[in-house]
């Protein structure tokens, strides 16, 4: 037994710790391997992150100046936009002919055909048939026809649009109808007739009947959209250059788009002068992953040597540094990436409280609070969002889940977990408005909700991720730990039926073992559950335990103390393989081996000296003796002694507190001249204050009730 401790272990790192480690667990070389492989994620986070510029948001008012920190061109959007509206500021409109104004004078022209046949004396040669196809083809002609002004003509030529069917004309009103010009006419004149043959004279006497007719011109608005949009097209991007140390945004001025341009600018030029692969730029980032874990490393050889020193629990603590980190950079991502400007709304994203109830329940509270720390300053480095607002909200969350999760017993009650650290950080972020007088703005609504869905999205992914984690390493939380309480679990069920007796004293017990563990510390609720499942062997053959005996009955009558004593002993092999077969945690198939530790089964042990007349070299005192191992944690040690008192406390014929503390005295210096107490982290000081409080929850549940009077009959 130890008589004194450098740092107090914590629960769940005591319970991984309690069996013999394996070769995963006690490998050097293993362990090297893993603080190199974090080193090196360190090293890739750190050297490939975003680069920080300030984030400002549109049509807000800037809190301070922004001055450019290198050379760099951006888009100007505002000056590339006045530019295509110079391309196409000189462009004119486009005309065509009225297309129900042709088709009334095609219709006179055929009634005109029928009505005088003169023109059959003016043109013999021609049918009529050959009269309505000539129409047809300059019917066609002119509703293909387009006007516009010479300057756009050229325009058309330059962007290579079509501009066989434009001709030069421009109407002086549209409301009024116009004579097309002769040049129109001899354009459809040489155009209009070109793939097929007629008599002579016929295109000439329709060209007259049309020619000598006023059209309605009307402005046609596609072929001037396509020619702008053309133009435009060819217009190339304006991009501005800016110099180091000019002034992006004044203070007090109104953020513009063309503002936020800049920003992003500067922000990928200082990313591409940044040279990743530059030696001194990878030095530096390689060196700094590395102090970062050896400070680490640091801390846990200070605090939590335990944890160092299990390869299985360090690589715990690193898959989970890592998946926060990974979580981190995929929400960057989303934020940066998708459109909405997500990045300027969502300015606090809540990451670390992720890190902290896990590892608080997988872990302890010492090292969810150092990661908690560890990853709020990281983070703060390698992302690109505000680093006063972001590491203040984000620790403020992690401490205030890290608090709550201590007492957690169900999964439900993440979601309460994350609903305390909101609260923290809604009163955090209107702590931030006030003080920046912007309360009265709609980001302090945006930033509450943000993080209220963050903690949601948290308390969904640890929920999932808890048991995968608590199954993968092996580890047991309170949560799991409160699952196997339930009476319906198979064993405890058998156990009130099969061994009714041990049932109750198992019950009794883990009150002792609870009560004692919580006085020093301990992890009182393993104590507690584990205890009931400590005397499962005795199941296989309860008639030989006294508590489960009746009618005063002693079975042991017929056996010789060797044969009882190894029935006794045999219930902790039985109750190991039942345990395993059931599937219980390797943790209470632990406490089952150790709660006797290598302890004499003394009553037989001396009923058979009595019988050779104590000559001990004819007894063998090893085959009297559990095969242990002896208890490896403070919880085993208490309940080793739980178990002894509460069995030896049936045989005082007064139960009172000198009495109970008489005895526990007795048994706790036998356990401890046997050595049971050598290989487990109990105090002497420890051992004091579970011996009081033992006592005194004994005391209260053996207290006495005032006898009642008999009622008298009437």
Known sequence: MNTSRTGRLDDSVRLTSSQEQGFFDKNYALRILLGLGFAAALFMFLHFREVRVEILEINTVAPRYVVAQVDFSFLDEEATLLLKQEAVRDIGKVYKIDDNAVRQKRMEFESFLLADQQWRERIPDASLEDMYRAADLLDRGMVALRFTDPRTMIKLEDVNLPITEYQVFTPSDLD???????????????????????????????????????????????????????????????????????RIIDQGEKVTTRHIAMLQAMKKSLGESRNLWHPATLMGSALLALIMTAVSGAFLYATQPAILRSNRQLFLLITVVLMTLTLAKIIEFFLLTMSGNLAEVVKYPLIVPFAAILLCSLMNFGVAAFATAFLAVLLAMIL???????????????????????????????????????????????????????????????????????????????????????????????????????????????????????????????????????????????????????DVGKMVTPQYFTENQQGGVNIHQLLTPHESAQVIMAHVSEGVTMARKAGLPEKFVDIIKEHHGTTLVYFFYRKQLEQVGNDTSLVDEKEYRYTGPKPQSRESAIIMIADSFEAASRSLEQMDEEALMRLINNLIREKSEDGQFDECNLTFQELGVVKRAMVNALVAAGHSRVKYPKRVQK
Not at 200 to 214: A, E, K
Not at 477 to 497: A, C, F, G, K, Q
Request: net charge positive.
């Open 176 to 246: 009024e109808s116009s004579q097309l010009s002769s040049q129109i006419w001899i354009y459809l004149q040489d155009n209009s007739f070109t793939d097929q043959e007629f008599p002579s004279g016929v295109v000439s006497f329709i060209l007259d009947f049309f020619r000598n007719q006023r059209w309605k011109l009307l402005e046609d608005t596609n072929p001037q959209r396509a020619l702008r949009k053309q133009l435009q097209s060819t217009v190339q991007d304006k991009y501005t250059q800016v110099r180091a140390g000019s």
């Open 384 to 534: 690109p969002f505000d680093r006063q607002g972001f590491m203040v909200t984000n620790l403020a969350a992690a401490l205030v889940a890290i608090l709550s999760s201590r007492s957690m017993r169900k999964r439900k009650e993440i979601f309460a977990v994350c609903t305390k650290a909101w609260v923290c950080c809604v009163v955090v972020i209107l702590a931030f408005h006030l003080s920046g007088n912007t309360f009265r703005n709609v980001t302090m609504l945006t930033d509450m909700l943000s993080t209220g869905l963050f903690m949601m999205g948290t308390a969904i992914l640890v929920v999932g991720l808890l048991p995968l984690l608590e199954s993968g390493f092996n580890i047991m939380t309170n949560v799991t730990l409160m699952e196997y309480m339930d009476p319906s679990h198979p064993l405890l069920r058998r156990m009130t039926i099969e061994a009714p007796g041990t049932y109750q004293h198992s019950l009794v017990v883990g009150n002792l073992a609870e009560t004692a563990a919580a006085a020093i510390g301990a992890n009182g609720l393993f104590c507690r559950v584990s205890t009931l499942f400590h």
